[in-house]
């Protein structure tokens, strides 16, 4: 709305439709991610957001209908390479055996765990998802690209924030966020 607010009326002109984020003047998605973007500096939205969006009823991922050809929500949050390389991070940190579900449904109904003992272990597919989303737009807006090595320090840093962010909990560093985990 702030965007909005800013704007000057010209009362002498005609009306008409410019998308002041282009030189063209021509609305491009590309322009509006990087205008939504660049407004934040953190890596997730706010409090509200997590405690919504963790729970098995579903996540924000699933309202994402759009998406490049080839590409599902299920192959980009579950089977695609840098999704594998993730989720199989997370279930090797936390040692345990686990086949990953075929949809990205039947993962959030089965991952949640009930009690605050869990509030890591549940965070963890918005966390997740979230990364691969933004990793998804910044290929497909910008261009540019995390290797999977910095994708996995980004998702631990992230998961590390969110939790402070949400709880009484801190981690001198990422490391005792692992030793936590463990």
């Known amino acids: 709305m702030a965007f909005l607010y800013q704007q000057k009326v010209k009362r002498m002109e005609a009306d008409q439709l410019r998308w002041v984020c282009t030189t063209s003047g021509l609305f491009e998605v590309r322009s ?3 205008m939504l973007s660049s407004q934040h500096s953190t890596n997730f939205p706010s409090e509200e957001y997590l405690a919504k ?3 098995s009823q579903g ?3 699933h309202l994402a209908g759009g998406s490049r ?3 599902s929500v299920n192959h980009l ?3 695609c390479e840098y999704a594998q390389e993730l989720w199989s991070m997370i279930i090797c940190m936390f040692g345990i055996s ?3 579900p075929h949809s990205t449904y039947a993962l959030l109904y089965c991952w949640r765990r009930k009690g605050p003992a869990h509030l890591i272990w549940n965070a963890i597919p918005s966390c ?3 990364l691969l989303w933004r990793e998804r737009n910044q290929r497909a807006f910008e261009d540019s690209e995390q290797h999977s090595a910095e994708l996995k320090l980004i998702l631990l840093r992230t998961l590390m924030e969110w939790i402070a962010a949400v709880s009484r909990l801190s981690f001198p560093s990422v490391f005792a966020f692992i030793d936590d985990c463990l």
């Open 32 to 34: 509006y991610y990087r």
């Open 53 to 55: 969006s963790s729970s």
């Open 59 to 61: 996540c924000f991922f």
């Open 69 to 71: 050809a080839g590409e």
């Open 77 to 79: 949050m579950l089977h």
């Open 98 to 100: 686990w086949v990953m």
């Open 128 to 130: 997740l998802m979230w």
